[in-house]
């Protein structure tokens, strides 16, 4: 029997989002999921979600997105999956953000401060990891090491009022992707940034929003429908790999 490849996806959040229906997607599509986050109760009880509905998945938190406590998950995800059992990191997501949205001169140091760790430093920890594991792949079927996934937002692409820091740390988290797909092309390993270009259906954005909002499928994105584009962009070969892909919902004003 073959060995189930490993998705791992950094931010999962309250399991309510683009995080968590990404692991649930990737679980059903055959991978083994290992999940990143800083609660533990909450990637528990995702991990044993996943497994109760057939898969396998297994929670590894971290006490912050510092780059060493970043490093540490991937040290854990090889002692549960060692690599030379055959164990091979496929597909990555790095979702997590940390999101400031206030005027420029409100926003204080630290926030910006947060804003470039979270957002940029803490990707590139996550990608370095993730790179390296990719290198060690062979090829598969799809001619491919690997795929790593970026999910951006509109504040990747355009800054805004309230948007300043935010956006530093998108548009970098962005920059990062391309380097990447350019640098490691060459070697086979697809790196694709999804700007979401609308709120998502998590558990924060409807807490703000009627339900009426929240049941209109044209003003909001769903998170399973992002997850569907990440699986669509995974199963991507080598002669039609996808750097950039946006998505929207169908009324929103653009
Ligand atoms: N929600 C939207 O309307 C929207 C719209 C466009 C783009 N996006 C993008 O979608 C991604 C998030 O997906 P999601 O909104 O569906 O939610 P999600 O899957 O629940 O993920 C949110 C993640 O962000 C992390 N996070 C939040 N605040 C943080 C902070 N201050 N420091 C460090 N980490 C923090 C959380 O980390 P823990 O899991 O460790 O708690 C969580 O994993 C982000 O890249 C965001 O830019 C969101």
């Known amino acids: 029997m073959s060995i189930r490849p ?35 109760k909450s990637l528990q009880t995702l991990a044993s979600k996943l497994s109760e509905d057939g898969g396998e998945a297994h929670p590894f938190a971290i006490p912050s997105y510092a780059p060493q406590d970043v490093r540490g998950a991937f040290t854990a995800i090889r002692k549960q999956w060692p690599k030379e059992q055959g164990n ?31 957002n940029v430093a803490a990707a590139f920890a996550f990608s370095r990891e993730v790179i ?39 548009f970098g988290e962005r920059a990062l992707s391309q380097s990447l797909a350019k640098e490691f ?28 909002w929240q049941n209109d499928q044209n003003v909001r994105l769903d998170p399973e429908s992002i997850a569907k584009a990440y699986v669509y962009l995974a199963n991507q070969d080598r002669s039609a790999f996808t750097w950039e892909l946006d998505l929207r919902p169908a009324h929103v004003k653009w």
């Not at 309510?16 to 533990?40: E, H, N, P």
């Not at 990191?89 to 926003?107: C, S």
């Not at 700007?195 to 954005?205: A, K, S, Y």
């Open 88 to 118: 091979d990191i496929r597909v990555a997501l790095w979702n997590t953000a940390a999101a400031v949205w206030k005027p420029f001169l409100e926003i204080t140091d630290e926030e910006v401060k947060e804003g470039l760790e979270v």
């Open 185 to 212: 092309g060459k070697d086979n390993i697809h790196v694709a940034h999804a700007i979401i270009d609308g709120p998502i259906l998590t558990d924060r954005q409807r807490s703000r929003h009627d339900t009426e």
């Open 6 to 40: 490993i998705f791992v996806v950094a931010g999962v959040g309250n399991a309510s989002g683009t995080g968590a229906a990404a692991a649930r997607l990737f679980s059903k599509a055959g991978y083994r999921v290992a999940l990143i986050a800083r609660d533990q």
């Open 132 to 170: 390296k594991e990719f290198k060690s792949n062979e090829l598969n079927e799809l001619g491919k090491r690997g795929t790593l996934l970026f999910t951006g937002a509109t504040a990747g692409i355009r800054g805004n009022v309230t948007t300043s820091a935010f956006a530093a740390g998108k």
